[in-house]
């Protein structure tokens, strides 16, 4: 940031660091960019300002007004070149998790290893070492994103019970709620998967004549309006799905 009056020039240059709380996906590099022009810049905008005015307060010159950062002002520009990120050292990949023994000495506990994709712990020890830990991990692992990670997955995973022993009474209408979800999703899939046996049973009677052929013309009237009466069944149940869908 520079200003200047009829005395001099006053110049600040400032290098901020930001520390990004988990890898940057390899789909979206221009995150960061967006980060620093509009959270990063002018978050440290205004101590580079404060910097420039003390700068001048302390040369007894005033300074003419310094700049204001508005939305817009700032914009990142691309290299040319796509930059291309080191390898993570292996040597910080994995490590040894030690501690002090009465005597004072370094006693290894646990050793662990990181993901260098992620960031994340994949492992505690050799193979088969921590049964324990690894499978702590393998349920970690098998958690599904933050946003779908709520009552109704915690009940399809460990029962209602289970789940209202942990919450107790100040959750009950939260659980009823969402037992009452998984009761409408089981039966909305239940009833499905017979609309779709029954579409399938439809089609198989209509190709096959044998049964038309082998009955008189009354019972064959009466399969023929089940038939349409099952099929109109189905057709208004794909009517239901195509405007519940969302």
Not at 14 to 29: K, Q, R, S, Y
Not at 47 to 67: E, S
Not at 71 to 94: K, N, R, T, W, Y
Not at 170 to 198: M, P
């Amino acid at each position: 940031m520079e200003t200047c009056n009829a005395y001099g020039t006053f110049l600040v240059d400032g290098e901020a660091i930001f520390d990004l709380p988990a890898p940057v996906a390899p789909d979206a590099p221009d995150i960061v960019a967006r980060f620093t022009e509009q959270v990063g810049a002018p978050a440290v905008f205004p101590y580079l300002r404060a910097a420039v005015a003390t700068l001048a307060a302390q040369l007894a010159v005033p300074a003419f007004p310094l700049p204001v950062l508005r939305p817009g002002d700032l914009e990142v520009a691309q290299q040319d070149q796509p930059v291309i990120e080191d390898q993570p050292s292996e040597f910080f990949m994995h490590g040894v998790v030690a501690r002090i023994a009465d005597d004072g000495s370094q006693q290894a506990v646990a050793e662990f290893f990181v993901d260098e994709q992620t960031g994340r712990l994949t492992r505690i020890g050799g193979e088969g070492q921590t049964p324990d830990a690894d499978a702590l991990l393998d349920v970690l692992a098998e958690l599904p994103p933050p946003e779908e990670l709520g009552l109704d997955w915690m009940i399809r995973q460990y029962g209602e019970e289970t789940v209202r022993a942990s919450f107790g009474e100040d959750a009950a209408a939260e659980i009823d709620e969402a037992v009452a979800h998984i009761a409408a999703e089981d039966a909305f899939t239940a009833l499905n998967e017979a609309i779709n046996s029954l579409s399938t049973h439809i089609d198989a009677a209509r190709t096959s004549g044998e049964v038309l052929h082998r009955i008189g013309p009354s019972e064959g009237s009466d399969l023929t309006a089940l038939l349409n009466a099952a099929e109109s069944v189905c057709n208004n149940w794909d009517l239901v799905r195509s405007v519940t869908a969302d």
